[in-house]
């Protein structure tokens, strides 16, 4: 049985997903099995991929975004640890024996994580995600669903490894919050179990033109995670803290609004204002712009 099972959705990018198949292959931890989610491509991706990397699983389903992806490869792993990897990252050699390692070092934990640093469009080369004193202070115990979620984010699932056992217990990814199913899954897992930093560089994140602007408009615009996990999550909420987590997420709403006015949108901008003054009604400029929508 392989140790760690490693997931990779991909969906029409049989020009880059090469690179990350030997990235994968060339880590100094090989007791792996890969798994490609072909996620509904149109383009050679299952052809080259049956050519060039016969040793692969792969499997091709209909579109259903990276969460439904991601779920149908663990559906299919049998690794203790389950690693993902986007389909444009690429892994340093050392990357999964680092994070063994630290559940090495942490017995308890229930999903390590490392560092990335980032290339391509829009970036100066060698930028990291988290500097180096910031890794120091993320070393020094278990990292907190509060942590993760306002101060230091996880870069991504490329950089993530999770106990099988920990990833069934929260039940997987959710295929209904959209964009951020990752850090919704994270803050699941934080909240109830210990989570880790390990101080190493073990990704290089691939940022394009596409990924680039579909980062902003979800930064921009996703509020779904942040509204089920009120609503579903209690544990989270506690572990974060209900007022604090109340008046971020009216924040939240307040800044989709001016965003929504900003684009032309009056009808969202007015509900995410008027979601903003019902979420935190003692402050009197969401009941302002509420009225003035």
Same mark, same amino acid.
Not at 119 to 137: Q, Y
Not at 156 to 172: E, I, N
Not at 209 to 222: A, F, V
């Given at each position: 049985?392989?140790?760690?099972?490693?997931?990779?959705?991909?969906?029409?990018?049989?020009?880059?997903? !090469?690179?990350?198949?030997?990235?994968?292959?060339?880590?100094?931890?090989?007791?792996?099995?890969l798994i490609v989610v072909d996620d509904g491509s149109i383009d050679d991706t299952g052809a080259m991929i049956k050519r060039d990397y016969p +040793?692969?699983?792969?499997?091709? +389903?209909?579109?259903?975004?990276?969460?439904?992806?991601?779920?149908?490869?663990?559906?299919?792993?049998?690794?203790?640890?389950?690693?993902?990897?986007?389909?444009?990252?690429?892994?340093? &050699?050392?990357?999964?024996?680092?994070?063994?390692?630290?559940?090495? !070092?942490?017995?308890?934990?229930?999903?390590?994580?490392?560092?990335?640093?980032?290339?391509?469009?829009?970036?100066?080369?060698?930028?990291? *995600?988290?500097?180096?004193?910031?890794?120091?202070?993320?070393? +020094?115990?278990?990292?907190?669903?509060?942590?993760?979620?306002?101060?230091?984010?996880?870069?991504?699932?490329?950089?993530?490894?999770?106990?099988?056992? *920990?990833?069934?217990?929260?039940?997987?990814?959710?295929? +209904?919050?959209?964009?951020?199913?990752?850090?919704?899954?994270?803050?699941?897992?934080?909240?109830?179990?210990?989570?880790?930093? %390990?101080?190493?560089?073990?990704?290089?994140?691939?940022?394009?033109?596409?990924?680039?602007?579909?980062?902003?408009? %979800?930064?921009?615009?996703?509020?779904?995670?942040?509204?089920?996990?009120?609503?579903? *999550?209690?544990?989270?909420?506690?572990?974060?803290?209900?007022?604090?987590?109340?008046?971020?997420?009216?924040?939240?709403?307040?800044?989709?609004?001016?965003?929504?006015?900003?684009?032309?949108?009056?009808?969202?901008?007015?509900?995410?204002?008027?979601?903003?003054?019902?979420?935190?009604?003692?402050? &009197?400029?969401?009941?302002?712009?509420?009225?003035?929508?």
């Amino acid at each position: 049985m392989p140790r760690i099972s490693v997931i990779i959705p991909t969906f029409n990018n049989a020009t880059l997903l !090469a690179e990350t198949l030997d990235s994968v292959f060339a880590q100094s931890f090989t007791g792996i099995e890969l798994i490609v989610v072909d996620d509904g491509s149109i383009d050679d991706t299952g052809a080259m991929i049956k050519r060039d990397y016969p +040793q692969v699983r792969y499997v091709h +389903q209909p579109n259903g975004g990276p969460a439904a992806a991601r779920n149908a490869g663990v559906g299919l792993a049998q690794g203790e640890y389950f690693a993902f990897c986007d389909h444009d990252d690429l892994w340093n &050699p050392g990357h999964l024996q680092a994070l063994l390692d630290g559940f090495a !070092a942490h017995p308890e934990a229930a999903m390590v994580f490392d560092n990335a640093k980032y290339f391509g469009v829009g970036v100066e080369d060698d930028t990291v *995600h988290l500097d180096e004193a910031t890794c120091v202070s993320l070393s +020094q115990g278990a990292v907190s669903a509060n942590t993760l979620l306002w101060d230091y984010p996880v870069a991504s699932m490329s950089v993530a490894m999770v106990r099988k056992k *920990h990833f069934d217990l929260v039940g997987g990814l959710s295929e +209904q919050v959209g964009a951020l199913d990752d850090l919704h899954l994270y803050l699941r897992i934080a909240a109830d179990h210990e989570v880790r930093f %390990i101080n190493y560089l073990g990704c290089r994140k691939r940022v394009t033109s596409q990924n680039l602007s579909q980062l902003i408009n %979800i930064k921009e615009t996703n509020v779904a995670y942040l509204e089920d996990l009120w609503r579903n *999550h209690p544990k989270v909420i506690k572990s974060i803290g209900p007022v604090s987590f109340r008046l971020r997420l009216a924040r939240k709403y307040f800044k989709l609004g001016r965003y929504y006015k900003h684009n032309g949108e009056p009808t969202r901008s007015k509900e995410m204002f008027g979601k903003a003054y019902r979420t935190n009604y003692f402050n &009197p400029r969401y009941l302002w712009h509420t009225l003035l929508s």
